[in-house]
């Protein structure tokens, strides 16, 4: 099977800063694509940043030039540095991961458990 876990999210202050980690174990063949969605109360999941194996980057228009998001394809694992925190930051971060596993065909996305950023005004 494999797991995503997430570390470093927390409360902090407007003009703030926290640094996500997730980091993906498991019967892993290769990795495509991992990332970061949020989820905030009532609101759908939606995409903040996600970085390809190949290094390419996409982030939701609201966080460039705040957040960036990083891999360490040794370690299996991504970050998320926030900088200038906003209260509309406000939200639970998902860990993504769209990957190949050994003994299965195709490509298959996981999830992490989510982890709580709060920012206060």
């Known amino acids: 099977q494999v797991q995503l876990v997430e570390s470093g999210g927390g409360l902090v202050q407007a003009g703030g800063s926290l640094r996500l980690s997730c980091a993906a174990s498991?019967?892993?063949?290769?990795?495509?694509?991992m990332g970061w969605y949020r989820q905030a109360p009532g609101k759908q999941r939606d995409l903040v940043a996600t970085m390809t194996s190949g290094a390419n980057t996409n982030y939701v228009d609201s966080v460039k030039g705040r957040f960036t998001v990083s891999r360490d394809s040794a370690k299996n694992t991504v970050y998320l540095q926030m900088n200038s925190l906003k209260p509309e930051d406000t939200a639970v971060y998902y860990c993504y991961a769209l990957l190949s596993k050994f003994g299965s065909p195709g490509y298959q996305t996981f999830w992490g458990q989510g982890t709580q950023v709060t920012v206060s005004s």
């Open positions: 498991g019967s892993i063949r290769s990795i495509i694509t």
